[in-house]
């Protein structure tokens, strides 16, 4: 998301990678989706025409651009602006364009041959990037840029990362093999499958990064999702309020995600933890694992779970939680086991729902008026 204006972060907050910076001189690393935005490089002109990002108004790319990974606290980056979904379709390292200016590609809709015949490339939406785009490699480059990351990496420093992978957001391109010559396209029967296949064996990938190293002892490894996408879309009804899940709903198959942390010999294996958390937590939850102390106007949305994680007997503090659904007409509100709803249509709906016996909202109890 290049455009005219700063990325997500207001002025007076500090990102994760930045305190750990200032407060432990910590290694910092971002690869993959960055989709907090940022501005084209100093003196360009931003593009109104989102399919031409690069080519437009006489942008330097020799400069790199403004407000992304590298302004806020991260030593190295390659990323995307948008992942693999929308243009421009090129990476970034540092900032710097990795696409020569005069190579630029318009992409149209659709399906695409690969360079290395792994697959094919799928373009969700039209616009301009690298000719060699690949939506079906871009996991694999990821894999590379963590070994890298850690075999540079000084272990006497501790380190930082964050990877953003392209799975499994659509579009649904899995490779036909990973870079073992594991078969991943086809294995599952649908595209989406086979991408959450290839997703284990990156994350298995990187894993063994950490752990060949012998880093393990002391890396402390969270996994999630930003978003959900399961549907139940069983009903004869066709009102919004049937559509239980994907991105960006309020039901829980649009947030409810996984969320696993590894940390040998602090987190025993095998455990399971019920309380309320949000990724917004994490923040404060890391504030509190590593000691760092949170800048004023940072993490305002954070409660720690760190104790929670480390008991199951410890309550995550968190006693309601909130979503709201962004340009839309729907928000809901979590309090214990039960969720108040409201979408507002032609006709404004509340329900309540109990989770502990109806967690897929199936059987609601109309608000009282």
């Known amino acids: 998301m290049l455009s005219s204006n700063q990325n997500q972060f207001f002025h007076n907050q500090k990102s994760i990678a930045e305190v750990l910076k200032d407060q432990f001189n910590y290694h910092t690393g971002m690869f993959g989706k960055w989709h907090l935005g940022g501005r084209v490089p100093s003196g360009g002109t931003y593009s109104k025409d989102k399919t031409r990002p690069l080519s437009c108004c006489n942008i330097d790319w020799k400069k790199p651009m403004e407000d992304g990974p590298n302004d806020i606290g991260f030593d190295e980056s390659f990323y995307t602006t948008s992942g693999i ?25 659709g399906s695409h041959a690969t360079v290395n015949d792994n697959g094919e490339s799928i373009i969700k939406g039209p616009g301009e990037g690298d000719p060699n785009w690949d939506s079906t490699e871009y996991n694999a480059k990821l894999v590379k840029e963590v070994d890298n990351f850690l075999e540079n990496h000084d272990t006497s420093d501790p380190f930082f990362l964050y990877v953003g992978l392209g799975s499994v957001h659509v579009p649904h391109s899995p490779p036909k093999s990973y870079m073992d010559g594991t078969p991943v396209a086809g294995t599952f029967g649908h595209p989406h499958l086979d991408m959450l296949y290839e997703m284990d064996l990156v994350i298995a990938s990187m894993m063994s990064s950490v752990e060949d190293r012998g880093l ?13 996408g399961l549907k139940n879309m069983n009903h004869t009804n066709n009102s919004d309020r049937h559509f239980r899940g994907g991105k960006g709903t309020v039901w829980e198959g649009g947030h409810r995600v996984p969320m696993i942390m590894r940390y ?10 019920t309380g309320l958390a949000g990724l917004n937590d994490i923040y404060a939850t890391l504030a509190d694992i590593v000691g760092f102390d949170i800048p004023d106007g940072s993490a305002q ?7 929670h994680a480390l008991s199951e007997a410890i309550d995550s503090k968190r006693e309601f939680f909130g979503v709201w659904l962004w340009k839309s007409t729907s928000y809901a509100l ?15 709906e509340e329900n309540l729902y109990d989770l502990n016996t109806d967690v897929k909202e199936e059987a609601p109890t109309p608000a009282p008026p």
């Open 85 to 109: 979904q929308n243009p421009p379709y090129s990476f970034f390292r540092n900032g710097y364009l990795q696409t020569d200016i005069d190579d630029i590609k318009f992409w149209e809709e």
């Open 216 to 228: 393990m002892d002391n890396t402390l490894v969270i996994f999630a999702s930003d978003n959900g």
């Open 264 to 273: 040998d010999g602090v987190l025993d294996a095998g455990q399971k933890r």
């Open 301 to 307: 949305d954070a409660i720690s779970f760190a104790e």
């Open 334 to 348: 979590r309090w214990g086991n039960f969720k108040y709803s409201v979408t507002y249509n032609e006709v404004t």
